[in-house]
């Protein structure tokens, strides 16, 4: 059983920096492919980055390609996403998600916080 709980949200400015966390339970978790996923109001859920369990492998949806780096801290059992360069269009509720059950983008993930607020606005 994993427990994952976000913090990091809150209020920037375009062009502005925020570094989400995300704090799990469980001693296997360093095992398992991790994501980042967001939902802004009136829209589905989608994929933002994810992180392969056992390997380097890396991959990032089109729209925050360059400018969002997610990575994880297995001693510390946190992933975190770095998120520069924020766009009003970036403003959403960010979930993290662990262990998925089909492909990486997809929404079939065993595991999920409970989301925190992200605005990007002036």
């Known amino acids: 059983q994993v427990q994952l709980v976000e913090s990091g949200g809150g209020l920037v400015q375009p062009g502005g920096s925020l570094r989400l966390s995300c704090a799990a339970s469980g001693r296997t978790f360093s095992r398992y492919t991790v994501a980042w996923f967001r939902q802004a109001p009136g829209k589905e859920r989608e994929f933002v980055a994810a992180r392969i369990g056992g390997s380097i492998r890396i991959y990032y949806a089109d729209s925050v390609k360059g400018r969002f780096t997610i990575s994880r801290d297995n001693a510390k059992n946190t992933l975190y996403l770095q998120m520069n360069s924020l766009k009003p269009e970036d403003t959403a509720v960010y979930y993290c998600?662990?262990?998925?059950?089909?492909?990486?983008?997809?929404?079939?993930?065993?595991?999920w916080g409970q989301g925190t607020q992200v605005t990007v606005s002036s």
């Open positions: 998600a662990a262990d998925p059950g089909g492909p990486y983008y997809t929404l079939t993930y065993g595991y």
